[in-house]
């Protein structure tokens, strides 16, 4: 439990509904947003959170809700975190930019040396910091060329990398991440990726149909590297079968691709192990870093073999608020908090309680097609009506009605997936069992009102 955390609670950690959801100061607030903030910035729910705390947001009309989102994953630690404040507010008050390529500090180095420390693999490493996930994508990309000479990238289906233009020519889904935002960068080639509920396959049928695929259509000679995210993030949670990724890897290895892994959203603690390659046993030669890795500040990272690391010219990597001294002494707290509060044990917990609610609820409707997930990174696919066993026909409508209900109730949930027919349940590894049976109870009743 998280007792530890308990006694700096700012925020009572319990679900409150005041007002009508949306209250009128969301509403009044979101008329004025729409005049001035472009719709192609997506707003999933118009309520507007004045602060939060722990697992609870509190809406600017004093509602209070379950938070199992934490930002897509990113207030692992739990919203506004003592410690996290404490280390930023600090760093605030000494220094908040040099340019670490100009006049360097230590809070950049020391992450570097946490990320070494906590990336698979027993091997010198090094780290480069950026802004954003999909800079560390780029980043990783850039390096990868620089390193094998090649410029082919492969990425897996359902996968998502980012808005950027490279990163979009790497996602699995055009709308709304790049329909009409062309043109796209070249020589990114999509390979079937392992999706255990829909295609059957063991781990090593389906490494020998990606194999066999980029073999066909790509050639090994030309890859420069492969980018998996070994548990699909917006793609719904996908956990590719045993035996997929230590044999995608193993390929790479053999011919010399660089394999880059993606936790920007399944990494920093968020599946029980510091990165999920972990629970595969993968060591990749790069390891992306982003969402939970500084509490809510934004910064990324790009961490991997020094050999590969080393292959860009000096002032071919960074940016000017690259590792961000106040970014960085938040990660420093980040990692501080995992393991003082035992947080890979506290996503363990979340993945029991979890898991066991929506077993009960499958058992109820069947429009469950699937629960999977590790750690407090879980999901449930939705089918149609009767589909489950055989088409597997996704049901979206049940994942608006459900998101929208639980939001009405104080709860807020996610959806994911490609047919947007997944429910996605991330939230902070500070949250209790109380509030995820109480959150539970909610989602229940949403799928009661469906029938
Ligand atoms: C969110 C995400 C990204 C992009 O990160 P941004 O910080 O939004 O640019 C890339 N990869 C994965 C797996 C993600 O979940």
Redesign the pocket.
């Known amino acids: 439990m998280t007792d530890t955390l308990n006694s700096s609670y700012t925020v009572a950690q319990e679900r409150k509904v005041v007002t009508a959801i949306p209250g009128p100061q969301s509403i009044a607030l979101h008329e004025r947003r729409l005049a001035v903030v472009p719709v192609g910035v997506g707003t999933a729910l118009p309520i507007y959170i004045e602060r939060a705390n722990g697992a609870i947001l509190v809406d600017v009309d004093g509602n209070q809700f379950i938070d199992l989102g934490a930002g897509?994953?990113v207030t692992t630690v739990g919203h506004t975190s003592a410690r996290v404040i404490e280390a930023a507010a600090a760093q605030l008050g000494k220094v908040t930019h040099t340019l670490f390529t100009v006049t360097p500090y230590e809070e950049y180095v020391r992450v570097a040396e946490l990320l070494a420390q906590h990336t698979p693999g027993d091997f010198p490493k090094k780290t480069v910091l950026v802004n954003?996930?999909?800079?560390a994508?780029e980043n990783a990309v850039k390096i990868a060329r620089k390193y094998t000479r090649r410029t082919g990238v492969a990425v897996l289906e359902h996968a998502?990398?980012?808005?950027?233009n490279l990163?979009m020519a790497m996602n699995f889904k055009a709308a709304p991440y790049s329909t009409g935002f062309g043109p796209f960068a070249g020589d990114v080639y999509r390979a079937p990726n392992s999706y255990p509920y829909h295609d059957g396959l063991t781990g090593a049928e389906a490494a020998a149909r990606t194999i066999g695929y980029l073999e066909k259509t790509v050639g090994a000679y030309d890859l420069a590297c492969l980018v998996v995210?070994p548990i699909?993030?917006?793609g719904g949670f996908v956990v590719p079968a045993d035996g997929y990724l230590p044999a995608l890897q193993q390929w790479c290895t053999e011919n010399g691709i660089v394999f880059i892994a993606?936790e920007?959203?399944?990494g920093m603690a968020r599946t029980g192990a510091y990165f999920a390659s972990e629970h595969f046993g993968l060591v990749p030669d790069l390891v992306?870093s982003?969402?939970g890795i500084a509490g809510g500040l934004p910064l990324?990272g790009v961490t991997g073999r020094a050999e590969i690391m080393d292959s860009a010219l000096p002032g071919g990597l960074g940016g000017t608020f690259g590792g961000n001294p106040v970014a960085a002494a938040a990660a420093v707290a980040v990692f501080e908090q995992i393991e003082n509060d035992d947080l890979l044990a506290e996503a363990t917990r979340i993945e029991q309680t979890l898991v066991a609610g929506l077993e009960e609820l499958a058992s109820k409707y069947d429009i469950i097609g699937d629960i999977r997930g590790i750690g407090a990174m879980i999901a449930i696919e939705l089918v149609q009506p009767g589909t489950g066993a055989t088409t597997k026909e996704p049901n979206p409508k049940a994942v608006d009605a459900i998101v929208a209900y639980a939001a009405s109730q104080g709860v807020l949930v996610l959806n994911a997936g490609t047919y947007g027919n997944i429910v996605r349940f991330l939230p902070s590894l500070a949250i209790s069992d109380a509030l995820l049976t109480d959150a539970l109870g909610v989602i229940d009743d949403a799928m009661a009102t469906l029938r």
Do not use: M, P
């Open positions: 897509i994953g954003s996930g999909a800079e994508v998502y990398h980012g808005r950027t990163t995210e699909q993030g917006e993606d920007i959203q399944s992306l982003a969402k990324a």
